[in-house]
């Protein structure tokens, strides 16, 4: 599977962005899919995490902020960014696994600053 983000770009404080992480097949029997970000000099960390039950866990900075969604139809897995915050200026990506079959996205760059 083929996973192509987008979304990214440069966004004032408070402002809002929505992420989209299109696959390039059926995205229904991912075990798991979830947002990761890496900010500068920093680990990748996990942001949102959707599982195929429907369970969504959210990383405690982003918890009230951010949303995470799948779209079944157009195979895509979402995150909509809600009052955006300097310290989210991240390279954002999605990952998606099915049993032993795990993969990256490429990522897309969120810069948050006045």
């Known amino acids: 599977v083929q996973l192509q983000a987008s979304g990214g770009g440069l966004v004032q404080p408070g402002g809002s962005l929505r992420l989209s992480c299109a696959a390039s097949?059926?995205?229904?029997?991912?075990?798991?899919m979830a947002w990761y970000r890496q900010a500068p000099g920093k680990q990748r960390e996990l942001v949102a995490e959707?599982?195929?039950?429907?369970?969504?866990n959210y990383a405690d900075s982003v918890k009230g902020r951010f949303t995470i969604s799948r779209d079944v139809f157009k195979n895509t897995l979402n995150l909509q960014m809600d009052n955006l915050k300097p310290e989210d200026t991240a390279v954002y990506y999605c990952?998606?696994?099915?049993?032993?079959?795990?993969?990256w996205g490429p990522g897309t760059l969120v810069t948050v600053s006045s």
């Open positions: 097949g059926s995205i229904v029997s991912f075990d798991r």
């Open positions: 990952y998606v696994i099915r049993g032993d079959y795990t993969q």
């Open positions: 959707r599982t195929r039950g429907g369970i969504k």
